[in-house]
């Protein structure tokens, strides 16, 4: 079984980021993950946008892949995200970089950009491996 597969077949309980936002695991491999969330009326809030809190479940959902893909469990202690832009394509991809991972604790940063390679978020998030 390929790494994406086994991923999603693990990742499916986590039935908020998966089933209902729409998340998608587009690439997974040791402490690294890429996701996607294709756009639809459903992410948007009130004045028409992309809400913020769609944009932070795709980052935080692609740091639980990156820490918890065949590794020991790791949560998240502390996550800050910082918003540059609203999306201007269809489809958003979570991508997490390995800062540091050390026998307990792990730093990460993921870039959320658009399908026209937009910048739209940075989140840089501490985790707790338990």
């Known amino acids: ?17 998966m089933v209902t936002t729409g998340i998608d695991i587009v690439a997974v491999d040791e ?7 294709k756009l639809d009326e459903r992410h948007l809030n009130a ?6 809190g769609a ?7 692609v740091f639980a892949v990156a820490t918890n893909f065949e590794q020991p469990p790791t949560v998240t202690t502390v996550s800050q995200i910082s918003y540059m832009g609203s999306p201007k ?22 870039d959320i950009t658009d ?4 910048p739209v978020a940075m989140v840089s998030t501490s985790g707790m491996h338990i």
């Open 1 to 17: 079984m390929d790494k994406i597969k086994k991923a999603k077949e693990i990742f499916i309980k986590d039935r908020y980021a």
């Open 31 to 37: 402490r690294y993950a890429k996701c996607s969330l």
């Open 47 to 52: 004045t028409g946008h992309v809400m913020g």
């Open 55 to 61: 944009i932070f479940t795709l980052a935080d959902f």
């Open 89 to 110: 394509g269809k489809v958003l991809y979570g991508e997490s970089r390995l800062l540091k991972d050390g026998k307990r604790a792990c730093y990460y940063e993921i």
């Open 115 to 118: 399908d026209l390679g937009n």
